[in-house]
């Protein structure tokens, strides 16, 4: 179950815009997810979605009872990147997301895995409080809720398995800028796992007594970033909720995969490279990351 924001994103990068592309937490991680594991989606759209997106999320086979339209514009997003690939918001009108408040069904309160994207951790906290006995949870959060509601995101964390943030983030809440420190120390927080997102730049994870230090997939091309860091936690949590033990080593294994569909996801506006792929085309990728991460003694 992935709980957080469906949106309409309007885009400019340097190699190119797009206008009004499906966009949102919720989405890019349902999407991402689905490769491994059916997926039901929570979250609130306006009554000007396109039905084109709703005929879309039925046919990834991404369930929605929790899926609510309600009168109103949907959330929508306009951002531009500079050439270091850094967003500017250029508009955000949050339109009915604004009064989300996530009910689950009761068969979503069974749900063995949860996905809370980056919503207030106000409401991801109710989500939790929501589930009967999950076997993984794992929350997102964003620099906005870190500076308003940091005894709430810190309360929520202590309860939650897996913790992604990315590494402005990671800075924020530990207040260290080495980020190799700041995830042990995000680990040591709650979670059992502390996940940091490092962009081009790979990823560092770290429980207690173990850390994991992965680089990026080389892509020659960016073309839009948008989402890449939903996408990541979609897989990750969609391959673990596959897997019949969960370990380290299973968790290392997720984070190769979600590393390669982060890398998917980028070559194109919007979820349109996130559509098209399949396990195999992630299953190819993952074999070739493995041979840029294997080290050569010469």
């Not at 991402?32 to 989606?41: D, E, F, N, Q």
């Not at 949050?94 to 996530?102: A, I, M, T």
């Not at 290392?252 to 506006?269: G, H, K, L, N, P």
């Amino acid at each position: 179950m992935i709980v957080g924001s469906i949106a309409l994103d309007s885009i400019e990068t340097p190699w190119g815009e797009a206008d009004q592309v499906l966009g949102g937490s919720a989405t890019y991680a349902a999407l991402a997810a689905r490769l491994w594991t059916p997926v039901a989606l929570v979250g609130v759209v306006g009554s000007d979605f396109p039905p084109r997106y709703l005929k879309l999320f039925d046919r990834m086979g991404i369930d929605g009872p929790g899926f609510v339209q309600a009168k109103g514009r949907t959330f929508r997003w306009k951002g531009r990147y500079n050439t270091s690939l850094e967003p500017t918001t250029l508009d955000l009108d949050l339109g009915v997301f604004s009064g989300f408040q996530p009910r689950l069904t009761v068969a979503y309160q069974r749900s063995k895995h949860a996905f809370l994207g980056n919503i207030h951790p106000g409401l991801q906290w109710e989500v939790l409080n929501q589930l009967s006995k999950p076997r993984i949870t794992a929350c997102d959060s964003r620099e906005d809720w870190i500076k308003a509601s940091r005894k709430d995101l810190l309360k929520l964390i202590k309860e939650v398995d897996v913790l992604f943030l990315n590494d402005s983030e990671a800075r924020l809440l530990t207040g260290v800028y080495g980020l190799i420190q700041a995830t042990r120390i995000l680990a040591l927080l709650g979670p059992k796992v502390a996940i940091v997102k490092k962009g081009e730049h790979g990823v560092l994870a770290a429980s207690k007594d173990a850390f994991l230090s992965l680089p990026g997939y080389p892509v020659p091309r960016v073309v839009d970033p948008t989402g890449a860091g939903d996408a990541f936690a979609g897989a990750c949590l969609g391959y673990l909720a596959g897997q019949s033990r969960i370990n380290w080593a299973a968790l290392c294994r997720a984070i190769q995969y979600a590393s390669c569909v982060a890398s998917m996801t980028i070559e194109a506006f919007g979820p349109a490279r996130l559509l098209k792929v399949t396990k195999k085309d992630v299953d190819r990728r993952v074999k070739a990351f493995q041979t840029f991460t294997r080290a050569v003694v010469l």
